[in-house]
Nanobody, 128 residues
Framework: EVQLVESGGGLVQAGGSVRLSCAAS????????IGWFRQAPGKEREGISC????????YYADSVWGRFTVSSDNAKNTVYLQMNSLKPEDTAVYYC?????????????????????WGQGTQVTVSS
């Protein structure tokens, strides 16, 4: 059974930091790219970052570039999203997703457009 489980969300003050985890199981982790998305109330889902577990290629949306860092621990089948300098507008439910897209990020410098598996999400609330 494929599972993606996010954790690490919570309430944080503006300017603070949070690290989200996405623990994966049920598929060959190294063959997949993991994307991070977020959805705020009343807004569309936004893709913010991704990482290719095979080669470590990454991508960041402009909205988080320079503040968020995605990393992967292949030994633990876990991807992390370190979020620094948080702003109230970062408040959202954060999701991770997996796509078998070998070479996509390195080849296009973008995140895969579609994903095979999704986590249940974790809430991040940034207070002003």
């Amino acid at each position: 059974e494929v599972q993606l489980v996010e954790s690490g969300g919570g309430l944080v003050q503006a300017g603070g930091s949070v690290r989200l985890s996405c623990a994966a199981s049920g598929f060959t982790f190294d063959d997949y790219a993991i994307g991070w998305f977020r959805q705020a109330p009343g807004k569309e889902r936004e893709g913010i970052s991704c990482i290719a577990n095979s080669d470590g290629s990454t991508y960041y949306a402009d909205s988080v570039w320079g503040r968020f860092t995605v990393s992967s621990d292949n030994a633990k089948n876990t991807v992390y999203l370190q979020m620094n300098s948080l702003k109230p507008e970062d408040t959202a439910v954060y999701y991770c997703a997996a796509d078998r897209a070998l070479g996509y990020i390195r080849g296009t410098s973008r995140c895969p457009p579609e994903y095979d598996y999704w986590g249940q999400g974790t809430q991040v609330t940034v207070s002003s």
